[in-house]
């Protein structure tokens, strides 16, 4: 299949990322992103929307709460982790995806803007999200949450963070739970494109917007040791045990080097007892969720549905 129509034409102006990131170039990268931010008028319409501080393991950590309009008293919560290969991305680079997420899933969506590599490398980055999910739950009845319907979620080195922060709390105790929405995840660390196991990494080597040679240059800024790779909260496919994981939705596109270490890690979760609902969308690419395409109202109508079954 080829490539959606609409993305093509997203495409012919949108810019590839360098095949070899730098620390310097990383900066001048979430400087220039800034700057294709929407105004707040041009981004869909939510209910509420709120900024907020909330104590982390190395000071603050910035979110943003997102509430619907909704008659419940206690509203089922998504804790999202932000995609950007751990270096990139912020509250902003997410907040349409967060606005559209929230409308569609009629759930409370709180957006965590945790430390980046490669400043902070792993488990910096980990650290915050999983503090944030902490937080959320000790909090929940203020923010009018149902403690027993939290979820976490995000796209690509936020899926991966959504993984590992639910395989933490499993093994090593903290807030159930409920679900988990891992969106073209990061599962598996690259260390060799040509030793890889898995077959999109080769076949989709010069995908837009992610290759593969830009994959391994945001692994080798979040993992700052050998051994780091092997660790199962960097690498959650790695672990041998992942029984007793919440219901699982996996989304992965046919055109992204990652893409079969998603469906890899969704099989292992099958195998394990997990239910797990896995849709690859054909015709698409990584990043996909954060880009204007009409599809994405079926994409984040599927969560909904996930989350509401």
């Known amino acids: 299949m080829k490539l959606d129509p609409v993305l093509q034409q997203i495409l012919e102006s949108y810019p590839n990322l360098p095949e ?20 707040i008028g041009e981004r869909p319409f939510v209910h509420a929307v709120e900024d907020c501080l909330i104590p982390g393991p190395n000071g603050d950590i910035p979110i943003r709460i997102y509430t619907p309009k909704s008659v419940e008293e206690r509203l089922p919560a998504i804790v999202f982790f932000h995609g950007g290969g751990w270096t990139l991305g912020n509250l902003e680079s ?53 403690v027993n319907r939290i979820a976490v979620g995000g796209d690509s080195a936020g899926g991966n963070l959504s993984a590992a922060v639910t395989l933490l709390f499993k ?13 073209y995840p990061a599962t598996d660390a690259l260390r060799s494109i040509e030793q890889s196991p898995y077959e999109s990494i080769r076949e ?65 979760l099958k195998e394990s007892g997990v239910p797990v609902q896995l849709t690859r969308y054909s015709g698409l690419v990584h990043g996909f969720l954060t880009l204007p395409l009409p599809i994405n109202e079926q994409v984040f109508q599927s969560i909904a549905k996930f989350l509401n079954e």
């Open 20 to 39: 070899t990131l730098t620390p310097d170039l990383i900066v001048k990268i979430r400087e220039a992103r800034l700057q294709t931010i929407l105004d």
């Open 94 to 146: 997410h907040d349409v995806a967060c606005r559209q997420l929230t409308n569609a899933s009629r759930c409370k969506v709180i957006a965590v803007d945790y430390r980046l590599a490669p400043e902070n490398r792993f488990p910096k980055g980990l650290k915050d999200c999983s503090a944030a999910v902490q937080w959320v739950s000790n909090h929940a009845e203020e923010l009018q949450v149902d």
């Open 171 to 183: 093994n090593c105790g903290g807030p159930s739970i409920w679900r988990q929405i891992l969106i």
């Open 204 to 268: 989709n080597a010069q995908a837009p917007i992610l290759t593969s040679g830009v994959t391994k240059s945001f692994w080798d800024h979040y993992i700052k040791k050998e051994e780091d790779a092997s660790n199962i909260y960097a690498s959650p496919i790695r672990a041998q045990d992942l029984s007793g994981l919440p219901k699982t939705f996996v989304i992965t596109a046919q055109y992204d080097p990652i893409r079969d270490e998603g469906e890899a890690y969704a099989n292992r």
